[in-house]
């Protein structure tokens, strides 16, 4: 072979290179583009993820929010005891429960027991709308006398009206 081969030889294998490096630059400039376009697609799923989870912890918040709702709406709709203490007559006094749930296991409370002189036997109920009569110890009536019920442990204060 002679040195004209050698360079027609040389400059096809140059053409050859030349193109091959077109195509090479066209495509590191494509996986280039896909790479970006990747990386914006991870960065929105995970803007995405993020509203997502927000959106989820907003939902629960309403969840819990409802159901709080709607446990005080049912026990705001609970029949409820009332008890009143009324003047009926010189030194008579009666108790009533105006409201519409029974006062069960009606005591009054230990530390007001000495109030009461004597009082009908209401057992351990006082249904509702009904009335028992009782009478205190002395000339001054009580402001108020405290009774339990229901196995609560607190007192409820009853005012003595007259």
Not at 57 to 72: F, H
Not at 131 to 150: I, K, N, Q, Y
């Amino acid at each position: 072979m002679d040195i004209g081969s050698y360079v027609t030889l040389g400059s096809g294998s140059f053409v050859v290179a030349l193109v091959a490096l077109g195509f090479s630059g066209g495509a590191w400039r494509a996986s280039h583009r896909a790479a970006n376009a990747a990386e914006a697609a991870v960065a929105e799923a995970k803007r995405s993820a993020d509203a997502s989870e927000r959106s989820a912890r907003a939902a629960e918040r309403q969840a819990a929010a409802a159901a709080d709702s709607l446990a005080l709406q049912q026990e705001a709709a609970k029949p409820r005891v009332d008890l009143r203490i009324r003047q009926v007559g010189q030194g008579s006094f009666r108790l009533i429960n105006l409201g519409q749930a029974d006062a069960v296991g009606l005591e009054v409370f230990p530390e007001d027991a000495h109030l009461l002189e004597a009082h009908d036997p209401w057992g351990e109920r006082l249904a509702a709308r009904e009335s028992r009569e009782l009478s205190f110890w002395g000339a001054d009536r009580p402001v108020h006398v405290r009774f339990v019920w229901g196995g609560q442990a607190d007192p409820v204060y009853v005012e003595v009206e007259g």
